[in-house]
């Protein structure tokens, strides 16, 4: 999944209301979204949305810059303001799957073991990804888009793939093995395009199920493909020498 495309189509939702004067009340305002989108770096990004956010408070773009501000500071590696810029777009917009997906996959993937809220937040996280799945299917591709259709429904796609890979996380977090393998199968399918770490974190779950022939058979899929990230190779590898073990 290319979670790149969603920090891109954060900032697309926001250019796309330059050419929609009737919902932007001022030039102030404009020159306010115009800032989020001249932005480069996480920094600038979160600095301008602050700034947006605290000028126009009301504004019907809100949720979508304060998606823009969680993905920064996920790219960054500071998941807490992530899930906290997420959650202040679903409060804005509770339809906004980016941050719902944002939140659910940040929680899944980094609450502490040792978290008095642990339950609570992957409570959350399961709301926030099957929220996210119900409203996927309806999100239409803004008029002004300059977005290809094909881009556009791969989008989608990865956004139901990340939903389910939140719910394999959590399920693999609660120890419930056979439901994180069925979870992380799913948002294979349902992926725009294969990918590494679904496939090592299927692996990982056939693994942790005890079940290392059908680990073997995934983790031999992710180790023949080009190009791989060495540390996913290096888990991989790890798996499966884990899986063949196993298996003899």
Known sequence: MKKSLFRIMALAMLAATCVMAQK????NEAKAISEIQKAKSPDEVVAAVDKFVTG??????????????????????????????G????????????????VAAELAQHT???????????????????QALEVIPTVTKPVDSKMPDAAFEALKKDGVARAHAAMGMIA???????????????????????DSVLLVR???????????????????????????????????????????????
Do not use: C, H
Not at 114 to 120: C, F, I, S, V
Not at 173 to 188: C, G, L, M, P
């Open 202 to 248: 299927l692996g990982n779950a056939y693994n942790e199920a005890g079940k290392p022939a059908e680990a073997l058979v995934v983790l031999n899929k992710v180790l023949a493909m080009e190009n791989l990230n060495p540390a996913v190779k290096q888990f991989a590898t790890s798996e499966k020498n884990r899986a063949e073990k196993a298996k003899k």
């Open 56 to 85: 126009f408070p009301d504004s019907e773009f809100k949720s979508q810059a304060l998606s823009a501000a969680g993905e920064a500071a996920e790219q960054k590696g500071d998941w807490v303001k992530a899930v906290s810029y």
């Open 24 to 27: 932007i009340k001022n030039q």
């Open 112 to 130: 502490p073991e040792n978290a008095l809220t642990k339950e609570q937040d992957f409570g959350e996280a399961q709301k926030d990804a099957e």
């Open 87 to 102: 959650r202040l777009a679903i409060e804005a917009d509770a339809k906004n799957f980016d941050a719902l997906l944002l």
């Open 172 to 194: 693999g977090k609660r120890k419930k093995w056979d439901v994180a393998s069925k979870e992380f199968q799913t948002a294979i399918d349902s992926t725009s395009q294969p």
